[in-house]
C-alpha cells in the first residue's frame, strides 16, 4: 500500500501559478501510476492529468492543457502538479492517486489509493 499527502495549495488570484506536491509513504511511488483530480462545490470529481510510473508519458485534460504540467520525481517520491494561469473555474479541491497499474488512466475509477486533497481556491 501507499499512502499520499498533498500539499501546496491555497488562494490566489487569477492569472497567477501554484504548484501541488504530493508525497507518497509506504512503498515507493514508482511503482504506481499517478494522477490528479479535482472537486468542486456540488460537482463529481473530475480527471486532471495522469501520468506513467516512469514518467514517459503523461496527459493533461483539455481544460488545463497547455496550462497545467503534470511531472514526478521518483528518487523523492513526489508527484507534482504545476498550474499556471490560474482562473476561478480552477477552484477545486485537488487530489493525487496512484493507481497498481503502471500505464496512464483518466478516470477515477482506475485507482487504488487517494490522498485526502488540497484546497485550490482561484479569485478573480
Known amino acids: 500500500q501507499v499512502q499520499l499527502v498533498e500539499s501546496g495549495g491555497g488562494l490566489v488570484q487569477a492569472g497567477n501559478s501554484l504548484r501541488l506536491s504530493c508525497v507518497g509513504s509506504?512503498?515507493?511511488?514508482?511503482?504506481?501510476?499517478m494522477g490528479w483530480f479535482r472537486q468542486a462545490p456540488g460537482k463529481e470529481r473530475e480527471f486532471v492529468a495522469a501520468?506513467?510510473?516512469?514518467?514517459?508519458?503523461?496527459y493533461e485534460a483539455d481544460p488545463v492543457k497547455d496550462r497545467f504540467t503534470i511531472s514526478r520525481d521518483n528518487g523523492k517520491n513526489t508527484l507534482y502538479l504545476q498550474m499556471n494561469s490560474l482562473g476561478p473555474q480552477d477552484t477545486a479541491v485537488y487530489y493525487c492517486?496512484?493507481?497498481?497499474?503502471?500505464?496512464?488512466?483518466?478516470?477515477?475509477?482506475?485507482?487504488?489509493?487517494w490522498g485526502q486533497g488540497t484546497q485550490v481556491t482561484v479569485s478573480s
Open positions: 492517486a496512484a493507481r497498481e497499474e503502471r500505464g496512464l488512466s483518466t478516470t477515477r475509477y482506475g485507482y487504488d489509493y
Open positions: 509506504g512503498n515507493p511511488l514508482r511503482k504506481y501510476a
Open positions: 501520468i506513467t510510473w516512469n514518467g514517459d508519458r503523461a
